[in-house]
């Protein structure tokens, strides 16, 4: 089956008559066998037939999953929106179980897996948009993405910025990783928010972008302006583009509050790369006594340079 775009997917819930009951399969084939409609007429429901008996899928106040047993004997898993005013959300977060779970070879598991990711962002939603200090720093991830374009495969590169997914660093690769601050022009100090920020048996790289809030102008740096000059170099693959914008979208990023991004403009006055191996600085989980739940910390810039990448 050709793979549904999120417009696609989007447009074919919205144009279905709201029927309580009522639901529609998406034709993926018998390893998901995906259904869409609604459970009452003011509650839209995605309901994944013969998934077998699968304990503990947590719910949130956004959404309940339930694990039922039908009249035939099989198990189906429901996932039933429970506040209307994140429809959009519900929407995203439907499609991305079924485009990240279409090409597991345990597509059932991979969905759940997928939907349990999501928790915290269903659990923890906010109404506010980006605040200044998220705005700077989705900035440097931007920033790093666009770079890494010019060279990777670009489905590979997307797929590895796992930082809106909740992942320990920014970016992931198969034989690399990333890690991405923001910092201010004398910034001396760079802050690590995790024991696991830093924590990746490959070896990886710090990557830190100074970043100087300026008025506008040439060649000045804009949140919105960089979102769309990306979102330029997916125009051609749609399917790209929307994985793209769902990160967009957990990161907090909305289209709507374009004005606000519009405020802010900086200027990048440089980026320095600092590679992290078994001899850089840092606190991780393996070197902490027991007992140590959390732990942030700040790293010294200044110390840093013998292991800036030349």
Not at 170 to 189: N, P, R
Not at 232 to 252: A, I, S
Request: hydrophobic fraction near 35%.
């Amino acid at each position: 089956m050709k793979k549904i775009t999120f417009k696609e997917f989007k447009n074919l819930w919205e144009g279905m008559e709201a029927c309580e009951n009522g639901y529609l399969s998406l034709g993926l084939g018998p390893a998901l066998n995906v259904h869409i409609g609604y459970h009452s007429l003011d509650s839209k429901s995605l309901v994944l037939l013969d998934t077998g008996i699968i304990k503990d899928i947590p719910s949130s106040y956004a959404v309940e999953a339930k694990n039922v047993r039908l009249q035939n004997g099989s198990y189906a898993v429901e996932f039933r929106l429970m506040k209307n005013l994140l429809n959009d959300t519900f929407l995203r977060l439907c499609w991305d179980m079924i485009d990240y779970s279409e090409t597991s070879n345990e597509p059932i598991m991979a969905f759940i897996n997928r939907y349990i990711s999501w928790q915290k962002l269903l659990q923890y939603m906010k109404t506010e948009g980006l605040t200044y200090k998220r705005q700077k720093g989705l900035i440097g991830e931007l920033l790093f993405l666009k770079g890494v374009l010019k060279t990777e495969n670009y489905h590979t590169v997307v797929s590895a910025w796992t930082g809106p997914d909740g992942g320990d660093q920014d970016f992931q690769f198969s034989d690399t990783w990333a890690e991405i601050k923001t910092v201010s022009m004398a910034a001396e100090s760079v802050a690590i928010s995790s024991l696991q920020q830093l924590d990746n048996p490959m070896k990886g790289t710090l990557e830190v972008y100074f970043l100087e809030k300026v008025s506008e102008g040439s060649g000045r740096l804009n949140l919105y302006a960089l979102v769309e000059e990306i979102r330029g170099t997916f125009d051609r693959d749609l399917l790209l583009l929307d994985r793209f914008n769902l990160k967009l979208y957990k990161y907090g990023f909305r289209d709507e509050e374009r004005e606000e991004y519009e405020k802010n403009y900086f200027r990048l006055t440089k980026h320095q790369t600092y590679n992290v191996d078994d001899y850089f600085p840092k606190i991780i989980r393996s070197n902490v006594m027991t007992g140590i739940q959390e732990c942030k910390y700040s790293l010294s810039i200044e110390y840093l340079d013998k292991y800036r990448k030349r």
